[in-house]
């Protein structure tokens, strides 16, 4: 079965960016759609982004479009999250998601 793991969070300042990665590892990303959600301390698990695997088609919540963008390398079976333009509204635990499968996160703290 694949295994989602995320990496490249950190802490950046506010109107920094950043790149999350979320390597597929024991086979390739599903045919269904595959995406980003985040979770911020003591509030729900949000949507992010997320694509079209076979499409390509993107889409994103209102409070990152414009500022994020979601990509995929087939080659690599890697999908990325570029985060552009941080707030610190955005501090989060990031999750990478495929269809029923989940990574365990990776941290990101924007300060102020």
């Known amino acids: 079965q694949v295994q989602l793991t995320e990496s490249g969070g950190g802490l950046v300042q506010a109107g920094g960016s950043l790149r999350l990665s979320c390597a597929a590892s024991g086979g390739t990303f599903s045919s269904y759609g595959i995406g980003w959600f985040r979770q911020a301390p003591g509030k729900g698990r949000d949507f992010v982004a997320s694509?079209?695997?076979?499409?390509?088609?993107?889409y994103y919540a209102d409070s990152v479009k414009g500022r994020f963008a979601i990509s995929v390398d087939n080659a690599r079976n890697t999908m990325y999250l570029q985060m552009n333009n941080l707030k610190p509204e955005d501090t989060a635990v990031y999750l990478c998601n495929d269809h029923n499968l989940w990574g365990k996160g990776t941290q990101v703290t924007v300060s102020s």
């Open positions: 694509l079209s695997w076979s499409g390509g088609n993107t």
